[in-house]
T-cell receptor, first 116, second 113 residues
Framework: GAVVSQHPSRVICKSGTSVKIECRSLDFQATTMFWYRQFPKKSLMLMATSNEGSKATYEQGVEKDKFLINHASLTLSTLTVTSAHPEDSSFYICSAREGTSMGPQHFGDGTRLSIL | SQKIEQNSEALNIQEGKTATLTCNYT??????LQWYRQDPGRGPVFLLLIRENEKEKRKERLKVTFDTTLKQSLFHITASQPADSATYLCALDLDNYGQNFVFGPGTRLSVLP
């Protein structure tokens, strides 16, 4: 089945640090990748949608200069949280989809980001 | 604005019974709807997709219905097992182009032995 690998699974760092999270589709080509944020016991909140080779589309209220997304190839997307602060601490999850717009999203196992 | 609700935050049922979860939406007409399962600390896993012209979809012990008049989808797990305990999320594609998804708040199902 379709596998998405997300790395790292957990990051603890100091305030002001920039953190990069990678999302890779291992056995399929992901035409579209999504980045979500999830708070404890809450649902997924879509942050941005990225299509390979083009700029990401950010949801309202998500700062594109704060959350840099790069989708340079059909198997890799990265999210960089720049100058992270404690309020950026959260569970970040990526997903990838191949083929049609109705296709299921295949999710990574998330990154637990803790900013001290 | 579009809104998605799932019937309850948590649902407890006895092993062997049928679990029924509800997903309601407003101000939108989706071409399809998806259901996912999420375990603690993990990413969601896709379960089923149902299109607007499909009344019902089945996969093993899972059954999904889609009533576009009521703007509701029901998700059933028959002969439930403790291993079915997880959070179940419904998801809608807001623009029907696969670029703008919104997930419901989820229902945390606990199947008691």
């Amino acid at each position: 089945g379709a596998v998405v690998s997300q790395h790292p699974s957990r990051v603890i760092c100091k305030s002001g640090t920039s953190v990069k999270i990678e999302c890779r589709s291992l056995d399929f080509q992901a035409t579209t990748m999504f980045w979500y944020r999830q708070f404890p016991k809450k649902s997924l909140m879509l942050m941005a949608t990225s299509n390979e080779g083009s700029k990401a589309t950010y949801e309202q209220g998500v700062e594109k200069d704060k959350f840099l997304i790069n989708h340079a190839s059909l198997t890799l997307s990265t999210l960089t949280v720049t100058s992270a602060h404690p309020e950026d601490s959260s569970f970040y999850i990526c997903s990838a989809r191949e083929g049609t717009s109705m296709g299921p999203q295949h999710f990574g196992d998330g990154t637990r980001l803790s900013i001290l | 604005s579009q809104k998605i609700e799932q019937n309850s935050e948590a649902l407890n049922i006895q092993e062997g019974k049928t679990a029924t979860l509800t997903c309601n939406y407003t101000n939108y007409s989706p071409a399809y709807l998806q259901w996912y399962r999420q375990d603690p600390g993990r990413g969601p896993v896709f379960l089923l997709l149902i299109r607007e012209n499909e009344k019902e979809k089945r996969k093993e012990r899972l059954k999904v219905t889609f009533d576009t008049t009521l703007k509701q989808s029901l998700f059933h797990i028959t002969a439930s097992q403790p291993a079915d305990s997880a959070t179940y999320l419904c998801a809608l594609d807001l623009d029907n182009y696969g670029q703008n998804f919104v997930f419901g708040p989820g229902t945390r199902l606990s199947v008691l032995p």
